[in-house]
């Protein structure tokens, strides 16, 4: 990869709690190994936390524009990418591994996608020394009961017969029918691997179908007794996007009391793939 001569580029897995070692792939009997990539060598850190069927490396765009003035760091989130597979999919548990990549004494600004956004929000309130501020893309705290599209996508993925693709875009040509948006039918196979003459999922598809109701949720249970997060807060939403909605304003300002929303004109969900230039503008005012 070729970048700036500026820039540092480091890839490494770090082991919560233990020492760094080689991602697993497979159900995790021990710690689980968060695979993360590290741009730029100066300035304050912003770490990012990516979607459901994402990866670190879906938010190397805006990375690499913040790392001139940044330390960077994107996270293959537990179940995804390079990182390891824990055996059930918990929102408390996403963000105490996360948590275990940062120190109060370098308070970070964190970003989070979707999911990734439900995993942030529950550090900064679990964590709020490691969080100086919190920048939540595209979702609310509260529980979203329709799992439709997010079901469609996985029943899609698992029924694909990885053993008859002779090369991508045989895995593009099946999973068409059943995923016609070419962009999502992209994004989807980012997910996909050879290793030799077999294909496979890097995302963790059986626990993530199993806990989809989990995904969607929000802990509120775990959370009883915490304290709102106090520090700046930054809530990006897409003009287009079901997942934050007048609402859910009560909920957010619960939580996070110093909240501030911004609303993306034509832009859906993927608020930062849609409509990269303005949401790496309103990021960077924020991040300072």
Request: a negative charge; charged letters at 20%.
């Amino acid at each position: 990869m070729h970048l700036r001569p500026s820039l540092a580029y480091v890839v490494r897995v770090v082991v919560p709690g233990g020492s760094p070692g080689s991602g697993v792939f497979g159900w995790e009997t021990g710690p689980v190994s968060l695979h993360t990539t590290d741009l730029g060598d100066h300035g304050s850190r912003i770490v990012f936390c990516h979607g459901l069927f994402g990866q670190g490396r879906n938010w190397t765009q805006v990375g690499k524009a913040l790392a001139a003035d940044h330390r960077v760091t994107l996270v293959d989130m537990p179940h995804h990418g390079r990182s390891s597979w824990p055996e059930d999919f918990d929102y408390v548990d996403v963000a105490d591994r996360v948590a275990e990549l940062l120190t109060a004494d370098d308070p970070v600004t964190l970003v989070g996608h979707s999911m990734g956004g439900k995993a942030a929000m529950v550090l900064a309130l679990r964590h709020p020394e490691l969080v100086d501020r919190l920048c939540v893309v595209d979702i609310s705290p509260v529980d979203y009961t329709q799992a439709g599209e997010f079901r469609g996508y996985i029943d899609a993925m698992q029924g694909l017969d990885l053993t008859a693709l002779a090369g991508r875009a045989d895995a593009e040509a099946a999973l068409a029918p059943a995923v016609p948006n070419p962009t999502v039918r992209g994004f989807l196979l980012q997910n996909l691997r050879r290793d030799g003459d077999a294909w496979r999922w890097q995302a963790n598809l059986d626990v993530l179908g199993r806990d989809l109701a989990v995904l969607g949720a929000w802990p509120e249970e775990a959370l009883a007794g915490t304290a709102p997060y106090d520090g700046p807060t930054l809530w990006v939403a897409g003009a287009h996007s079901p997942y934050v909605r007048e609402e859910y304003v009560a909920a957010m300002e619960r939580w996070f009391p110093r909240v501030r929303r911004v609303t993306i004109k034509e832009a859906g969900h993927w608020v930062h793939s849609e409509q990269p230039d303005v949401f790496l503008e309103v990021l960077r005012r924020f991040a300072g």
